[in-house]
């Protein structure tokens, strides 16, 4: 396993993390057995950097988790999020009617302790704020989350989906360790003002979603995606966006088979080119695609790689929206 180094800190993780969500939550039918053993293989091939979140079926992620953390404590560098909040009680998506943001100090510190007791740990290694609250200010979140650092409940702090603005005022109040966004060949955001802001700050990105939510694997089964999976209520999985993204997957698809690999490989392998401060999240609860995942730190891009690249992305341009039209309102805050 090759290592990256988490901002400041001097701690080296594995140069891809393993994102939990869809073990428990958002793509399908969860399988407990087969998600712990894709958990106790991470351990095995060297993948210590493990990141959840308390709005993944309502806390059932971390507890799922709790089952192979806690007695490879030592082994493991956890990290979670809170401000996601249900109405009702059910868990969902964070576009859902049902579903709302809370990053008030007040919740900060309830959400905290009960991430703590689900994981069954005494500090969470990494915890960021899911989103960054429109009706909070950012330094008044970030401070609350200082008093969990003082307390020894959090030993780093980290933000996602915030903007430039956000990041730089919440670094003045304590240092944002990591920034968690999504980044891939579809969803390059980031790269415009963000990216800079937060080399300047020595602050991490750790790019969620970086195979672009199993696109490239996936978008001729979007049909037989079941009624559970969110995915379903994506622009890109949809209508004249879905037809472009068929073309634009094969493309790619058919450029990572001509180097002998496959095109979630060459895509993951194109997010870890983009820099030695950036540690991709790719998420998966089967031990087959954890291991094509980790295969993708060993591929070498060249500048020609990246130029064919560039040009497919360039011929297939209306990839659509990330998110639905609820959810982005809370990205870039």
Not at 50 to 77: H, Q
Not at 198 to 214: C, D, F, K, W
Not at 260 to 273: D, E, F, H, S, Y
Request: charged share 25%; net charge negative.
């Amino acid at each position: 396993m090759q290592f990256r180094k988490l901002g400041n800190t001097g701690k080296e993780l594995s140069a891809i993390g393993l994102g939990c969500m869809g073990m428990s939550f958002a793509y399908g039918p969860a399988d407990e057995q087969e998600s712990i053993n894709t958990l106790h293989k991470a351990l095995d091939l060297g993948v210590n950097f493990w990141d959840t979140a308390d709005m993944y079926a309502n806390g059932e992620n971390e507890k799922l988790i709790s089952k192979v953390l806690v007695p490879n404590r030592d082994k493991i560098f956890i990290a979670t999020k809170f401000g996601f909040r249900f109405k009702d009680g059910k868990a969902s998506h964070s576009g859902a009617p049902g579903t709302y943001f809370d990053g008030s100090p007040e919740w900060v510190r309830q959400a905290v302790d009960a991430s703590l007791q689900r994981l069954k740990v005494d500090e969470i290694d990494l915890y960021y704020a899911h989103r960054i609250d429109p009706n909070i200010p950012v330094e008044e979140t970030v401070g609350a989350m200082v008093e969990l650092v003082k307390a020894g409940k959090v030993k780093y702090i980290g933000l996602s989906e915030a903007s430039a603005s956000s990041i730089r005022k919440a670094n003045a109040v304590h240092p944002i360790t990591a920034l968690q966004s999504e980044y891939s060949l579809l969803t390059r955001d980031v790269e415009n003002e963000i990216l800079p802001v937060i080399r300047e700050l020595g602050i991490t990105l750790v790019p969620y979603s970086p195979l672009a939510r199993g696109l490239f694997s996936n978008i001729n089964d979007v049909q037989n995606f079941g009624a559970e999976d969110f995915r379903k209520s994506l622009p890109r999985y949809q209508d004249e966006y879905l037809e472009n993204n068929r073309k634009l997957a094969q493309e790619i698809n058919d450029f990572a088979a001509s180097k002998g690999v496959k095109g979630t490989q060459l895509a993951l392998a194109w997010v870890l080119n983009q820099g030695e401060d950036i540690i991709p999240i790719p998420g998966t609860k089967r031990i087959k695609y954890l291991e094509e995942n980790i295969a993708a730190t060993d591929l070498k891009l060249s500048g020609e790689d990246l130029i064919t690249i560039d040009s497919i992305l360039k011929k297939y341009p209306h990839v659509g929206e990330r998110y639905s039209e609820g959810s982005m309102k809370l990205v870039n805050n």
